[in-house]
């Protein structure tokens, strides 16, 4: 599997040192940035990534901003949804209850383990990949 982004590009991109586990961040992240343009065509060199620079900064642009998400949030997720810890969301007590936003939060966290975060896909589209769409030519 290819490796989208090094931990000097991380490092880069979000300003502040690589976490301890930022090459399984990155490489886990290069998988989904990878399924995400699966569909996509576009001229490679012979380690496999885009001849195209505006390709290749998007593809590691996009792993960085996946891995630094899951970084943020303390998402491993070579532990998959299992490595989550689960919050609480809502409470009652003697007829008065409390809920939060924490719900959807947790919801974009798991989500985040099986495809791109929005902020991560929008980097792609804008570079034309990251589409769905069967292509031919």
């Known amino acids: 599997m290819l490796i989208y982004a090094t931990p000097t590009d991380y490092a880069e991109w979000v300003g502040s040192p690589t976490p301890h ?17 699966i569909a996509d065509v576009y001229d490679t060199d012979r380690n496999g990534l885009p001849t195209s620079t505006g390709h290749r900064d998007a593809l590691r642009d996009a792993t960085c901003a996946q891995a630094a998400f899951w970084a943020q949030h303390g998402i491993d997720p070579t532990a998959g ?28 966290k798991a989500e985040s383990l099986d495809g791109l975060i929005p902020s991560a896909l929008r980097i792609l589209r804008t570079a034309g990949l990251g589409s769905n769409l069967v292509r031919s030519w």
């Open 81 to 108: 949804r299992a490595g989550m810890t689960e919050v609480v969301t809502a409470s009652s007590i003697d007829g008065a209850s409390v809920s939060t936003n924490a719900g959807e939060l947790e919801a974009a």
């Open 21 to 37: 586990n930022g090459s399984a961040l990155l490489r886990e992240a290069s998988g989904l940035v990878a399924d995400a343009c």
